[in-house]
């Protein structure tokens, strides 16, 4: 086994993932602990993905991970000093990134999932404690998090869509629920082919058209926020969110692209920056979803 988990990195910073990380949007004093807690984040999930490392190494890795957040010292993985620091200055639980942690545990032993709900319990360590980690940073109230949760998992599913075919053929790994496959014929080894067939497009326009439900549960979650520029932030994320589930009902992720180009980020961002400014003016009544735990 390494001996510093940083070694395990891909070489992804927070400038390549899908959706904006601690942008210009959020004020100064609180992107250090949330780029801390990406950082954290980042090289976990590098081990969980890793070619090459063992089940048993992957797990030991993520075991010292978790060490290095809740008794840091020296000799430890440095993210999880660093967080354990950002997190002590903030005075704040590091439950959420233990929470992440289970995901990535979980990726490491499970690669098929049942059903839908099967998703949205992967989705609740996966995915909305990010959300939460950034909405506790700000001190917003918890009566966000189900708004919150329903966002997070979209953009996390978004993800499982777009890379449905390299998480197959490079992890085994298969997002879209078995039942969604089997309703509409088709098994998990068509992800494996240059363009997907109808029973598999179906099946991905279906889980796509569960996460435009999700994306509607959020839709008011930025007017629930009082810091304007976070509010901002997660206006923007709708917004990129929204499109990309078109992108991904009208597109086959096998053989096109449903990924952004940077000019469609940017006019995008605007949209939702406007979007965001429109909410906080007429201030519509929020509508949230059971979703999390």
Known sequence: ????????????????????????????????VILAFYEFVRV?????????????DKLQHLDALEESLLEPGPGKEPQGVALHRALEGRGLSPGHAQDLLTAFRLDVAKRR????????????????????????????SHDTWPANDALCAALQIINHLQDCGADYRNLDRVYIPLDVLR??????????????????????VALAGRTAGLLSHSRGFSSQIKDRRLA??????????ERLVHLLQLRDPLCQPVHL??????????????????????SPRAVSHPAGR
Not at 3 to 18: I, Q, T, W
Request: hydrophobic share 50%.
């Open 183 to 204: 309703a509409n014929g088709v098994e998990a080894g068509a992800l494996a082919l240059p363009c997907a067939p109808a029973g598999l497009k179906a099946a991905i």
């Open 232 to 241: 901002f932030e997660v206006a923007v994320i709708q917004t990129l969110a």
């Open 261 to 282: 180009a940077k000019p469609a980020v940017a006019a995008l961002g605007l949209v939702g920056i406007l979007r965001g400014m429109w909410g906080r003016v007429f």
């Open 113 to 140: 999932y049942a059903d839908f709900d099967d998703l949205m319990g992967y989705c609740s360590f996966s995915a909305m404690p990010v959300g939460r980690f950034v909405l506790d940073v700000h001190g917003e």
């Open 1 to 32: 086994m390494s001996s510093n988990a940083a070694d395990l990195r891909s070489g992804k910073g927070s400038r390549d993932e899908n959706f904006p990380v601690a942008s210009k949007l959020i004020h100064p004093r609180h992107r250090a």
């Open 44 to 56: 976990a999930d590098d081990i969980a993905d890793h070619p090459t490392l063992s089940q048993a």
